[in-house]
């Protein structure tokens, strides 16, 4: 590209405000619409007119070209010998602020709202336009340092982790083998690009569990990998990075698997002087793994075998002191593949049938005691960037009228449900801090169920006409509020959106407040509005270490099938009800006693305890009421409400999972807030949800393998880069994150590749096959085929699902390409036609 610095670095200012102009006055450029009349299929086009420079700068595909024009060009534009020659990404983030200055300096200032229209935005156009043209004109060392730096990205980006090498910071650069069959541990130390292309969490649990289990393995067999990854971040004080994740393959879906979690387990893990622990094999008898500062060893759980986590917390507890612990209850032990893994006696790492896993490896629990520190590249800086933070969410927390409205909110519910407007488009950050810090999940409760997000009678009831808010209105969180007896936090988090709750006329005193999923499973999905029982029922699955989510859908199926003749009372017969009993619709009786017979495998509970789908096997003429995405039970927000969902639900590498990267879910709050130069846009098109999507997958696995929880999305301008760069010493930018997560993603997704598990069967019924007839759903279908082409495309996967070739070569993935091969997708209907 032939450019000289001195007279033309006007234009590219130039570009700049044209850029907006153009996108802010669509269509009415002349210049476009020559553009487009010459038909040169560009995807992008900018005309800088900044005389005696203009220039078309033309974006294709991912390379940007540069062409100097003077007026007579136009007549031959079609002809040009256009050479590409960068990079467009590069180029178009730049002038976008995400690699440099501008942004804040002018893009920010544009920002418009919704209400700004006609005469006002054209005012602000040329307000813009004129502050450009005096920026870059009189700034000319701005612009000649944006030029330059533009010209070097390249080879910048090639140095960015460079200065670091030798150094670890913000990891300990070990993790630890542990050889269940052998009962030997091992250490080994990843190569720091390793971190620097997975950072952490399940990124560096895909890459060790892709490239070290055999294709096809039993996931309840000695060769599945169970590995548990704190983030990249976890164990530092950067605000919400208190996650971690435990990855393996999914004995309930047959693919790749992963549950997140938050309390202080994933910062024990990071201070234990390890990045992840990784288990192979099977112990012959139970035992568990602890991990002192000078001493790791297997020991016998004999004695703990058959405990709930919180008896298995406190007899550990007492025997070591202060320390952490991860461990299962009867719902792993005895393999049910709706189980989970519990830390912090009540935070579970409940999808993807880890519980089971973890049971089958005969290991009861893992126990940290040690209290390693982690070194960090520039510590006064980080803990400055964390102060300052928190001190904005704490504004945010006891900002006095979003705490009036706060208060309004049940009223507030009911207006959004009359007037008919989303939710969603009360996109401010202050609000959802609030909330989440005094309400909880349980805020949204009334709201979801009012507006139909929340699932009702097993996804085929309306909640004004079968759960009315006279029987709702007791979950919803403003009036558990006055329960409230102490807050419940993860490591690091400025919100503690968890609680405990005491309810004297109940007898319960410091019960965990059950999470806004817990209370849609046990309430309107089966129709049951006795608030006891869904208190005891959360504590006991907990305890016992069980999706609630999951086991909440498998209760809807059972009452269906009771409802419909196919299950009679003789098939409950349990030690506590010989005779059997008949659990129903609308009563509460009898849940926990299923519930029970679930963790316990007792009677019928042993074809339950392995979720919907492999209980409509067992089952008679009962797949229609089994929802499930492959093989995992839905969560509780109906995507026949936010369509978008469904297509995560449906393409994500674990399916059925509203946690999973969705950019519906990331725009339900004020999403695009949360990182300057990130920004999702969607729309009501397949096409334009396809797109979104993809750009979100790709940010949301950085975002999870740093450790960081989903509720800070929402909570305004979060110094991502900053922090990283303050912890780790690395000079990422929005790109690298995005092309790291694009690698997890493709990982995660070859995994399955190479499994046969790609693409997960949807019942009808979730998908709105037949639509509902009545409701704030009525008449709603959700085209999930078309959505995941278009997310297939974005992301570099061909029609089936599979990863392209090109795909895992541009990620560095080309230890995976000899498995496309035997790569199996599936290109037939995801919809499951007996469903
Ligand atoms: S917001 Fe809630 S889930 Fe997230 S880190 Fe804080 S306490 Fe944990």
Redesign the pocket.
């Given at each position: 590209m032939n450019v000289d610095l001195k007279s033309d670095v006007k234009f590219i200012g130039m570009a700049a405000f044209l850029h907006a102009a153009i996108s802010y006055v669509k269509n009415t450029s002349i210049m476009r619409k020559k553009l487009e009349k010459n038909d040169l299929n560009l995807k992008l086009a900018l005309i800088a007119t900044d005389l005696p420079n203009a220039a078309l700068i033309i974006f294709e595909d991912k390379q940007v070209a540069v062409k100097p024009l003077a007026e007579k060009d136009w007549e031959n534009i079609n002809k040009w010998d256009i050479k590409i020659e960068g990079d467009c990404q590069t180029f178009f983030d730049y002038f976008m602020g995400r690699l440099g200055a501008v942004r804040p300096i002018l893009f920010r200032k544009l920002k418009t709202t919704p209400y700004l229209t006609g005469s006002l935005k054209l005012l602000k156009v040329l307000w813009f336009v004129k502050t450009s043209v005096k920026l870059f004109t009189e700034n000319i060392s701005l612009s000649e340092a944006m030029f330059y730096k533009f010209y070097n990205y390249g080879q910048e980006k090639r140095k960015l982790f460079s200065e670091q090498e030798g150094d670890k910071f913000g990891y300990n650069g070990k993790i630890l083998w542990v050889d269940l069959d052998k009962m030997e541990v091992k250490e080994e130390e990843p190569d720091t690009e390793i971190y620097q292309k997975y950072l952490g969490g399940y990124g560096l649990g895909a890459y060790y569990i892709y490239n070290r289990i055999k294709p096809d393995s039993d996931p309840l067999g000695p060769e599945n990998i169970l590995g548990f990854c704190p983030g990249l971040l976890t164990g530092t004080t950067a605000p919400?990075s208190?996650?971690y994740m435990i990855c393996a393959k999914s004995p309930l879906t047959g693919g790749w698997g992963d549950a997140n979690s938050?309390g202080r387990f994933g910062p024990a893990i990071k201070k234990s002087g390890y990045d992840a622990i990784f288990f192979t094999g099977k112990a012959e008898k139970p035992v568990y793994l602890l991990i002192e500062e000078d001493n790791i060893e297997l020991i016998s759980a004999s004695e703990i075998w058959g405990k709930d986590v919180v008896e298995t917390e406190n007899t550990l507890t007492e025997k070591y002191g202060r320390c952490d612990i991860a461990s299962i209850g009867l719902g792993g032990e005895n393999r049910s593949l709706i189980s989970g893994i519990v830390n912090d006696s009540s935070r579970i790492a409940a999808r993807s049938g880890l519980g089971a896993v973890m049971g089958s490896k005969n290991l009861k629990a893992i126990c940290i005691t040690g209290k390693q520190r982690l070194n960090i590249a520039n510590k006064e800086e980080m803990m400055k960037l964390t102060k300052s933070y928190i001190k904005k969410i704490n504004n945010k927390k006891n900002d006095f009228i979003i705490s009036y409205f706060v208060k309004l909110a049940p009223s507030f519910a009911r207006l959004l449900r009359l007037t008919n407007i989303h939710y969603s488009n009360f996109k401010i950050s202050t609000l959802y801090a609030q909330f989440?810090a005094k309400i909880g999940t349980p805020f949204f409760y009334g709201i979801m169920t009012n507006v139909g997000d929340a699932p009702i009678k097993n996804y085929t009831g309306v909640a004004k006409k079968e759960f009315q808010k006279k029987r709702y209105k007791k979950m919803d969180g403003s009036y558990l509020q006055k329960y409230y007896s102490g807050s419940?936090?993860?490591y690091a988090?400025p919100?503690?959106?968890?609680a405990k709750l005491s309810i004297p006329e109940y007898d319960i005193e410091d019960i965990d407040r059950p999470e806004y999923e817990t209370l849609a499973a046990f309430s309107g999905l089966i129709l049951n509005d006795d608030l006891k029982s869904i208190l005891l029922i959360n504590d006991y699955l907990n305890r016992q270490g069980i999706d609630t989510i999951s086991c909440g859908g498998v209760v809807a199926f059972t009452l269906e099938c009771v409802e419909k003749g196919l299950l009679k009372k003789e098939d409950f017969k349990c030690k506590e009800y010989p005779e059997g009993f008949l659990p129903k619709w609308n009563e509460s009786e009898y849940i926990l006693t299923l519930c029970k017979m679930i963790a316990k495998r007792e009677g019928i509970g042993d074809i339950l305890a392995d979720g919907v789908k492999k209980a409509a096997k067992e089952i008679k003429d009962s797949k229609k009421f089994a929802i499930h995405a492959g093989g995992q039970e839905l969560p509780m927000h109906d995507a026949r409400l936010t369509k978008g969902l469904m297509l995560t639900y449906v393409t994500d590498p674990t399916p059925g999972r509203h946690t999973a990267a969705s950019a519906d879910y990331f725009l339900v709050g004020p999403g695009n807030n949360f990182l300057d130069g990130f920004k999702v846009k969607t729309g009501k098109k397949p096409k334009k949800k396809g797109k979104a999507q993809a750009k979100t997958a790709k940010f949301i696995q950085s975002f999870n393998s740093l450790g960081l929880?989903m509720?800070?999305e929402w909570c305004g301008k979060y110094p991502l880069l900053e922090m990283i760069k303050a912890i780790t010493g690395w000079n990422l930018s929005v790109e690298d994150l995005l092309e790291i997560g694009w690698r997890i993603q493709t990982l995660r997704q070859m995994f399955n590749a190479r499994e046969g598990a790609i693409r997960h069967d949807i019942s009808k019924r979730a998908i709105g096959d037949p639509p509902m007839k009545k409701g704030p759903l009525k008449g709603n279908k959700i085209n999930v085929e078309e959505m995941a082409q278009y997310y297939y495309e974005n992301i570099g996967f061909k029609e089936d699902g599979i990863p392209k070739k090109e795909t895992l070569e541009e990620l560095d993935l080309d230890f995976c390409v000899s498995d496309l091969s035997d790569a199996t997708g599936r290109p037939e209907s995801v919809v499951n036609e007996s469903l």
């Amino acid at each position: 590209m032939n450019v000289d610095l001195k007279s033309d670095v006007k234009f590219i200012g130039m570009a700049a405000f044209l850029h907006a102009a153009i996108s802010y006055v669509k269509n009415t450029s002349i210049m476009r619409k020559k553009l487009e009349k010459n038909d040169l299929n560009l995807k992008l086009a900018l005309i800088a007119t900044d005389l005696p420079n203009a220039a078309l700068i033309i974006f294709e595909d991912k390379q940007v070209a540069v062409k100097p024009l003077a007026e007579k060009d136009w007549e031959n534009i079609n002809k040009w010998d256009i050479k590409i020659e960068g990079d467009c990404q590069t180029f178009f983030d730049y002038f976008m602020g995400r690699l440099g200055a501008v942004r804040p300096i002018l893009f920010r200032k544009l920002k418009t709202t919704p209400y700004l229209t006609g005469s006002l935005k054209l005012l602000k156009v040329l307000w813009f336009v004129k502050t450009s043209v005096k920026l870059f004109t009189e700034n000319i060392s701005l612009s000649e340092a944006m030029f330059y730096k533009f010209y070097n990205y390249g080879q910048e980006k090639r140095k960015l982790f460079s200065e670091q090498e030798g150094d670890k910071f913000g990891y300990n650069g070990k993790i630890l083998w542990v050889d269940l069959d052998k009962m030997e541990v091992k250490e080994e130390e990843p190569d720091t690009e390793i971190y620097q292309k997975y950072l952490g969490g399940y990124g560096l649990g895909a890459y060790y569990i892709y490239n070290r289990i055999k294709p096809d393995s039993d996931p309840l067999g000695p060769e599945n990998i169970l590995g548990f990854c704190p983030g990249l971040l976890t164990g530092t004080t950067a605000p919400f990075s208190g996650r971690y994740m435990i990855c393996a393959k999914s004995p309930l879906t047959g693919g790749w698997g992963d549950a997140n979690s938050g309390g202080r387990f994933g910062p024990a893990i990071k201070k234990s002087g390890y990045d992840a622990i990784f288990f192979t094999g099977k112990a012959e008898k139970p035992v568990y793994l602890l991990i002192e500062e000078d001493n790791i060893e297997l020991i016998s759980a004999s004695e703990i075998w058959g405990k709930d986590v919180v008896e298995t917390e406190n007899t550990l507890t007492e025997k070591y002191g202060r320390c952490d612990i991860a461990s299962i209850g009867l719902g792993g032990e005895n393999r049910s593949l709706i189980s989970g893994i519990v830390n912090d006696s009540s935070r579970i790492a409940a999808r993807s049938g880890l519980g089971a896993v973890m049971g089958s490896k005969n290991l009861k629990a893992i126990c940290i005691t040690g209290k390693q520190r982690l070194n960090i590249a520039n510590k006064e800086e980080m803990m400055k960037l964390t102060k300052s933070y928190i001190k904005k969410i704490n504004n945010k927390k006891n900002d006095f009228i979003i705490s009036y409205f706060v208060k309004l909110a049940p009223s507030f519910a009911r207006l959004l449900r009359l007037t008919n407007i989303h939710y969603s488009n009360f996109k401010i950050s202050t609000l959802y801090a609030q909330f989440l810090a005094k309400i909880g999940t349980p805020f949204f409760y009334g709201i979801m169920t009012n507006v139909g997000d929340a699932p009702i009678k097993n996804y085929t009831g309306v909640a004004k006409k079968e759960f009315q808010k006279k029987r709702y209105k007791k979950m919803d969180g403003s009036y558990l509020q006055k329960y409230y007896s102490g807050s419940v936090g993860c490591y690091a988090c400025p919100l503690r959106c968890g609680a405990k709750l005491s309810i004297p006329e109940y007898d319960i005193e410091d019960i965990d407040r059950p999470e806004y999923e817990t209370l849609a499973a046990f309430s309107g999905l089966i129709l049951n509005d006795d608030l006891k029982s869904i208190l005891l029922i959360n504590d006991y699955l907990n305890r016992q270490g069980i999706d609630t989510i999951s086991c909440g859908g498998v209760v809807a199926f059972t009452l269906e099938c009771v409802e419909k003749g196919l299950l009679k009372k003789e098939d409950f017969k349990c030690k506590e009800y010989p005779e059997g009993f008949l659990p129903k619709w609308n009563e509460s009786e009898y849940i926990l006693t299923l519930c029970k017979m679930i963790a316990k495998r007792e009677g019928i509970g042993d074809i339950l305890a392995d979720g919907v789908k492999k209980a409509a096997k067992e089952i008679k003429d009962s797949k229609k009421f089994a929802i499930h995405a492959g093989g995992q039970e839905l969560p509780m927000h109906d995507a026949r409400l936010t369509k978008g969902l469904m297509l995560t639900y449906v393409t994500d590498p674990t399916p059925g999972r509203h946690t999973a990267a969705s950019a519906d879910y990331f725009l339900v709050g004020p999403g695009n807030n949360f990182l300057d130069g990130f920004k999702v846009k969607t729309g009501k098109k397949p096409k334009k949800k396809g797109k979104a999507q993809a750009k979100t997958a790709k940010f949301i696995q950085s975002f999870n393998s740093l450790g960081l929880c989903m509720f800070s999305e929402w909570c305004g301008k979060y110094p991502l880069l900053e922090m990283i760069k303050a912890i780790t010493g690395w000079n990422l930018s929005v790109e690298d994150l995005l092309e790291i997560g694009w690698r997890i993603q493709t990982l995660r997704q070859m995994f399955n590749a190479r499994e046969g598990a790609i693409r997960h069967d949807i019942s009808k019924r979730a998908i709105g096959d037949p639509p509902m007839k009545k409701g704030p759903l009525k008449g709603n279908k959700i085209n999930v085929e078309e959505m995941a082409q278009y997310y297939y495309e974005n992301i570099g996967f061909k029609e089936d699902g599979i990863p392209k070739k090109e795909t895992l070569e541009e990620l560095d993935l080309d230890f995976c390409v000899s498995d496309l091969s035997d790569a199996t997708g599936r290109p037939e209907s995801v919809v499951n036609e007996s469903l």
